[in-house]
């Protein structure tokens, strides 16, 4: 999955159009999230488990975003240091109530 996630990372860098493998067939698909700064820090890690229209299609406020973040992140989603920070003030601002 590590591999995966990188390789999003790394296709994410042109823009908000993501290029993404599905098992072995290559499609072109749209990030369903606002495009921002930190767009592709959010897309890396919350598609390691599941889709992005999950969280596109939620709007909420700052602490229940805080809430549901927490929660993946029990779930074992990777974290560097500040990360969170950065996460919480997208989905806040770009996806809040
Ligand atoms: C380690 C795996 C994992 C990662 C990484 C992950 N999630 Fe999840 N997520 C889950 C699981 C499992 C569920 C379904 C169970 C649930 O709803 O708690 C879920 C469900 C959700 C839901 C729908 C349920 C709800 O409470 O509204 C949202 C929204 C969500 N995740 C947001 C995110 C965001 C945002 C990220 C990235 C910052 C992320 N997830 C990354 C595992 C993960």
């Given at each position: 999955?590590?591999?995966?996630?990188?390789a999003l990372i790394a296709g994410?860098?042109?823009?908000?159009?993501?290029?993404?493998?599905?098992?072995?067939?290559?499609?072109?698909?749209?990030?369903?999230?606002?495009?921002?700064?930190?767009?592709?820090?959010?897309?890396g890690r919350c598609i390691i488990?599941?889709?992005?229209?999950?969280?596109?299609?939620?709007?909420?406020?700052?602490?229940?975003?805080?809430?549901?973040?927490?929660?993946?992140?029990?779930?074992?989603?990777?974290?560097?240091?500040?990360?969170?920070?950065?996460?919480?003030?997208?989905?806040?601002?770009?996806?809040?109530?």
């Open positions: 999955m590590a591999v995966l996630a990188s994410l860098g042109g823009g908000w159009l993501a290029a993404q493998t599905r098992g072995n067939a290559s499609e072109l698909v749209v990030n369903p999230l606002p495009p921002d700064q930190r767009q592709q820090l959010v897309t488990c599941h889709s992005l229209e999950t969280i596109a299609q939620q709007r909420q406020t700052r602490e229940e975003w805080a809430v549901i973040l927490d929660r993946m992140i029990t779930y074992g989603m990777p974290m560097l240091p500040g990360d969170r920070e950065i996460i919480l003030e997208y989905l806040a601002t770009r996806l809040g109530q």
